[in-house]
């Protein structure tokens, strides 16, 4: 979703300004869809929320489910960019200290309540059902890859025949992650964290 470049590398300032548009429409969304679910949130709501016309919004998405596939792919990238972070850090600490903070004011988080929002809709819409296969699967390889790297690259040094069944435990550790916030916000934290160092430990253990 980056804006075009012109021939010298940067983007004039009607793209600039069409990617604000963008980012401000699919925050408004994100809104809409944790607070009023899917289907009840309407383009009305949206643009309410976003605080510009429905028709202007028509001029960026078709529909709601052209949001729902753009912020798939806005997650995506944003994970991607994290995922390949070339450094060594305390995943345990890291997951505990973002446990209930998946709705950050800069977009970044994807709410427990959004996933579970894009989850169930999956199961009826082919399109988006497919779109998130490909999230899953992207970001599966890309946490292999970061395991397997070597320490001095950032990553764990894992053999690559480990790589594939610790990556799956570790998205579904993430994202139970965010599905334990909707039922428990106030966890203990210094709980939590013990309880991830345990795991953590076994999931990087040669």
Request: glycine share 6%.
């Amino acid at each position: 979703m980056n804006a075009n470049l012109d021939a010298g590398g940067t983007a004039s300032k009607a793209e600039l300004r069409a990617e604000a548009q963008r980012e401000r429409i699919l925050r408004a969304a994100q809104k809409c869809f944790v607070e009023h679910g899917f289907h009840a949130a309407s383009m009305a709501n949206i643009a309410d929320t976003a605080e510009m016309s429905a028709g202007l919004i028509y001029r960026y998405f078709e529909n709601k489910n052209a949001i729902i596939l753009a912020i798939v792919e806005r997650q995506l990238q944003l994970l991607s960019e994290d995922i390949r972070l070339n450094r060594r850090f305390d995943l345990a600490a890291d997951l505990a200290r973002n446990y209930g903070h998946s709705d950050a004011d800069d977009g970044r988080g994807m709410s427990a309540a959004l996933l579970l929002e894009m989850s169930a809709e999956a199961t009826r819409d082919p399109q988006i059902a497919a779109a998130l296969d490909y999230f899953d699967a992207t970001m599966r390889k890309a946490i292999g890859d970061w395991l397997t790297r070597s320490p001095e690259a950032g990553g764990h040094g894992l053999p690559r025949d480990a790589a594939p069944a610790r990556a799956l435990l570790l998205q579904c550790l993430v994202e139970g992650l965010k599905v334990r916030e909707t039922r428990e916000p106030d966890l203990d934290r210094a709980q939590l964290e013990q309880a991830l160092r345990e795991f953590v430990s076994a999931l990087l253990r040669h």
